[in-house]
């Protein structure tokens, strides 16, 4: 039988400052992944290799958003064979009639760079892919002041 309840706790979770007005959310556990600025590499020695590849070409946005592998379209993101994901996007876009093709870019694009471009094409709201793992981005909240957190309740058992 659960403890009978009487009465709630209730406390904040606090404030948290956001000079750029963004908020990225990711999972705390995989926190390790996030790069920041610097080179997007897996933190695991064991990991392979990836590289970022870029879609050119005359229909390049509309065949990226019809292949559908990422929020921002114009991208192919941790990529552990780009030869092999050039060769299948160049298929699907000749089976659709799309003149795109990707290209191996020369440096891998940072998580912070890809949370400006992710926000840029979602209208201030984006998924931004690293290390083959998925954050949400939200942008234009406030960077003048703190940002409340909620207040959240916690049952307190009777008696207690």
Request: glycine share 12%; net charge neutral.
């Amino acid at each position: 039988m659960a403890p009978r309840t009487s009465a709630s706790a209730a406390f904040d979770l606090g404030e948290v400052d956001l000079p750029e007005g963004i908020l990225v959310i990711l999972d705390p556990g995989l926190g390790r992944y996030w790069r920041h600025d610097e080179a997007p590499t897996s933190p695991r020695k064991k990991d392979p290799e990836q590289w970022d590849l870029r879609l050119v070409g005359r229909d390049a946005e509309a065949a990226g958003k019809a292949y559908d592998r990422e929020f921002d379209s114009r991208f192919l993101f941790d990529r552990t064979d780009p030869q092999d994901a050039m060769t299948q996007f160049a298929a699907f876009a000749k089976e659709r009639g799309f003149e795109a093709h990707a290209e191996v870019l020369k440096t891998r694009v940072p998580h912070t760079e890809r949370t400006r471009r992710a926000l840029e094409h979602g209208g201030g709201l984006g998924v931004v892919k690293y290390n083959g793992l998925w954050a949400v981005a939200v942008g234009g909240l406030p960077s003048d002041r703190g940002l409340k957190g909620c207040t959240c309740r916690r049952a307190v058992p009777a008696g207690g």
